[in-house]
């Protein structure tokens, strides 16, 4: 970790040019009494560092200097693609690695390149979180998971889903985080399925191993995935009278639904009829109701007693 440090230091100094001795220790997360220490052993070995005093001042490199030393460990070489989503990283244990991959990998380019590079983590941040949602506490299994699905190791869990809670042995294929909550692919009946991490339990790693499938493509298989499990979902359909005061608001009913309404001519006062999926009666009336009239449920009647029913629920709550 000490040599790790030391060769960050000269890294940061190279890229950043003169930084303080408070900054290094908060980057490193030690005391700036260690940054000296590591300052002093750095000039014992050759490395011009000279310090400045004052409240601009701090340490920085002789002009012109710069250090070949940029190797990265196999480590820093894995976390290396989550460098600019520290975040992510911190979640699953290589935050350090991969902010020290990403000084080496910095430190590795001509001046120029260098300075545009770290104008992109300037310019770009990634916030997976939706709105009015904050970004869920990681899952204290989240750094098992990683471990198993990079050393292909099966897991025994107990999963709750909303339809039962079971105990399965899965090989976890690969990890993907999906609007601020963690999933992953493991096989299951013969191909890969989706599991949420927040609803595993007793998550064990076994020491058996498993073979990944030739040619495995996580981000198409999780393309696939996630169309059986919307084509399971949506199983019902209801054809529904549309506003052209609701089309900017058609997003709401989920893309599947307002693509058939968007494919759907209209009339001379552009109202649309269409024929659209849904997941159940109740989770249909659910998405309706806050269209008030903009959208009317034409069938099934039993979208239309639901709708009716809660309509008028709420209009009794209100009513004086």
């Known amino acids: 970790m000490r040599a790790s440090r030391l060769l960050s230091i000269m890294i940061t100094l190279q ?63 894995e976390a290396l693609i989550f460098a600019g989503l520290p975040a992510t990283a911190a979640d699953l244990g290589v935050g350090a690695d991969a902010a020290t991959a990403r000084l080496k990998f910095l430190g590795a380019l ?34 098992l998971l990683a471990q198993a699905a990079w050393e292909t190791r099966r897991l025994r869990l107990r999963y709750e889903s909303w339809q039962s809670a079971s105990v399965r042995i899965v090989e976890p294929l690969g990890i993907v985080l999906k609007a601020g909550d963690w999933y992953f692919l493991a096989h299951r009946r013969g191909q890969p399925a989706i599991h949420k991490l927040e609803n595993v339990r007793d998550l064990t790693l076994l020491p058996e191993t498993f073979e990944r499938p030739a040619g495995f493509d996580l ?72 269209f008030g009239d903009d959208i009317e449920a034409l069938s099934p009647p039993a979208l239309r007693q639901e ?14």
């Open 110 to 143: 001509p001046s120029t390149t260098s300075e545009a590079a770290r104008r992109v983590a300037d310019c770009f941040h990634l916030d997976p979180a939706p709105w009015h949602r904050r970004a869920a506490l990681p899952s204290p299994n989240l750094r």
């Open 307 to 320: 709708l009716a029913r809660r309509a008028a629920a709420t209009a009794a709550l209100y009513a004086d």
């Open 219 to 290: 981000a198409l298989a999780w393309r696939e995935a996630v169309g059986r499990f919307e084509t399971g979902l949506r199983r019902e359909t209801a054809v529904l009278r549309v506003t052209p005061a609701a089309l900017p608001r058609l997003d709401r009913l989920g893309p599947d639904a307002a693509a058939a309404v968007m494919s759907t001519a209209p009339d001379r006062e552009g109202v649309r009829e269409a024929r659209v999926p849904i997941e159940s009666i109740a989770q249909a009336a659910g998405q309706l109701l806050p």
């Open 15 to 77: 890229l950043r040019g003169r930084v303080s001795a408070r900054e290094l220790a908060g980057q490193f997360e030690v005391s700036k009494r260690t940054i000296y220490r590591d300052v002093d052993e750095l000039s014992a070995a050759g490395v011009p560092i000279f310090a400045e005093r004052g409240a601009a001042g701090g340490f920085a490199l002789l002009d012109g200097w710069r250090t070949r030393l940029t190797g990265m460990t196999p480590a820093e070489a």
